[in-house]
């Protein structure tokens, strides 16, 4: 590991942290950058997996305006995240990387696309906080788990998924559901990073410039999302998973 190579990963970090809190996409700037650095395709995506700590970090202290109210969801969701994090990180420690490899590509596509939809107005909203409350619980339950599932594994747009997922079964603002999405995606990290800590082959060298710059980036994002507008970022996030999607699609099928 080089200065160059570290200065060029700290860079890297700063973008990557820049796009996880803002829009979930932090390792489809960090990830290649430890391959452009030499590192083989398993340990880049442990090593990057132990760095983005640092962007659930800071995006979680930059949301902290949004995310008041949220105290009671999240204490109830965030568990389902660990879980989900963990079974991902195992998930690719013990299995084949292909056949979940050729799934990504459609929920990321999919959820691209929920973006960019428009929503329709809740017309009564006692119907909807009760439905929250009742059956679309389990299901909001299942779907984080199973993103969490895909974000212990690898995580490339992970945070697209809950975006979407949150603005359509949650009917949050983009910010607030931006900040939900930093939560999650945090823990169900974390809990990732803290397996890959003990039992994969995590290049420390190449997480201290990569973590720290996460950490810079994902601190700014939550501001700009706080400040833009909503349409126009909506649509850059879901654009952006839609190019991502057509990117993962093209290598594994092609």
């Given at each position: 590991m080089t200065w160059w190579d570290a200065a060029f990963l700290a860079v890297a970090g700063v973008a990557g942290g820049l796009a996880g809190s803002i829009a979930g996409l932090a390792s489809v700037a960090t990830y290649p950058a430890l391959l452009m650095v030499g590192l083989p395709p398993v340990t880049a995506n442990v090593t990057n997996t132990v760095a983005v700590v640092f962007n659930g970090i800071g995006s979680v202290w930059g949301s902290r305006p949004e995310l008041k109210g949220q105290g009671r969801w999240l204490k109830r969701i965030v568990p389902v995240a660990a879980l989900g994090g963990a079974a991902g990180a195992l998930l690719l420690l013990s299995t084949?990387?292909?056949?979940?490899?050729?799934?990504?590509?459609?929920?990321?596509?999919?959820?691209?696309?929920?973006?960019?939809?428009?929503?329709?107005?809740?017309?009564?909203?006692?119907?909807?906080?009760?439905?929250?409350?009742?059956?679309?619980?389990?299901?909001?339950?299942?779907?984080?788990?199973?993103?969490?599932i895909y974000g212990g594994y690898f995580g490339a747009a992970a945070g697209v998924l809950l975006i979407a997922l949150l603005l359509r079964a949650g009917g949050a603002t983009l910010p607030r559901a931006n900040a939900g999405k930093n939560v999650l995606l945090g823990v169900s990290n974390s809990v990732a990073a803290l397996i890959f800590v003990f039992v994969a082959p995590v290049q420390w060298l190449a997480v201290i410039p990569l973590g720290l710059g996460c950490l810079i980036g994902s601190r700014l994002g939550p501001v700009v999302v706080r400040h833009a507008p909503a349409g126009p970022l909506k649509v850059l996030i879901g654009a952006g998973g839609l190019l991502l999607a057509i990117k993962l699609a093209l290598d594994a099928y092609g």
């Open positions: 084949p990387a292909e056949g979940f490899e050729k799934l990504v590509p459609m929920l990321i596509g999919f959820a691209s696309i929920a973006i960019l939809l428009p929503r329709r107005p809740n017309r009564d909203a006692r119907v909807a906080s009760h439905r929250r409350h009742t059956a679309t619980v389990l299901l909001e339950s299942a779907a984080i788990f199973t993103i969490s």
